[in-house]
């Protein structure tokens, strides 16, 4: 199964960018990378998916090199409604990407 | 649309009771999903199902039993409640299931086991 690593916790400020970097070794070739937003007493609501180099949408832009081994989420310029668990997830390819696997996320705390 | 929605949002059951979580999408989606999730932990999978009369296991499937009759549900039954499972439960539903698909996730029921 096609694992992800990603940092517990973060903390920013208002105004900053923010990079949440996802490390996945075990992607394999038809794997895309999805992102997802869960705010508290919420379900996750997705942000952004890309399977290779550079993907931006009105929310965010996702940066994946070339072995698609790890991928950045960057959030520009960032507010307090930003604070949230963002979770970073691989399809598995064995079972078609039915078997989503979750992580622990990373929770960002953005502070005024 | 309503999206996935997901009854009850609250429920206290005592050890050994039984219920059933309901589920239901009304975006004639293929898969659907049960989650739960721990306080401050991720989601873990309970079970699947790629579409009406097809249901798999996820990574916790043990004491929740499934069944898809029609596309719109995909309930949650929980035989035998234990305080292991306490936690908050997502349905969810993508088109068919894909790495590529987005989820929609329901708001949750929050269940606690006495």
């Known amino acids: 199964l096609a694992k992800t690593t990603q940092p517990i916790s973060m903390d920013s400020y208002e105004g900053q960018e923010v990079n949440i970097t996802c490390s996945h070794n075990?992607?394999?070739?038809?794997?895309?990378i999805t992102w997802y937003q869960q705010f508290p007493s919420q379900g996750p609501r997705f942000i952004i998916q890309?399977?290779?180099t550079k993907v931006t949408n009105e929310v965010a832009s996702l940066f994946i090199p070339a072995d698609r081994k790890s991928s950045t989420l960057s959030l520009p310029r960032v507010s307090l409604s930003d604070t949230a668990v963002y979770y970073c997830?691989?399809?598995?390819?064995?079972?078609?990407?039915?078997?989503?696997?979750f992580g622990a996320g990373t929770r960002l705390f953005v502070k005024a | 649309n309503a999206g996935v929605t997901q009854t009850p949002k609250f429920q206290v059951l005592k050890t050994g009771q039984s219920m059933t979580l309901q589920c239901a999408q009304d975006?004639?989606?293929?898969?659907m999903s049960w989650y739960r999730q721990d306080p401050g932990m991720g989601l873990r999978l309970i079970h699947y199902?790629?579409?009406?009369?097809?249901?798999d296991q996820g990574e916790v499937p043990n004491g929740y039993n499934v069944s898809r009759s029609t596309t719109e549900d995909f309930p949650l039954r929980l035989l035998s409640a234990a305080p292991s499972q306490t936690s908050v439960y997502f349905c969810?539903?993508?088109?068919?299931?894909?790495?590529?698909?987005?989820?929609?996730f329901g708001p949750g029921t929050r269940l606690t086991v006495l």
């Open positions: 969810a539903s993508s088109f068919s299931g894909g790495s590529t698909d987005t989820q929609y």
């Open positions: 199902s790629v579409g009406a009369g097809i249901t």
């Open positions: 075990n992607i394999a070739t038809n794997d895309y």
């Open positions: 890309g399977y290779k």
């Open positions: 997830l691989v399809g598995d390819a064995n079972t078609g990407g039915f078997k989503t696997i």
């Open positions: 975006m004639n989606h293929e898969y």
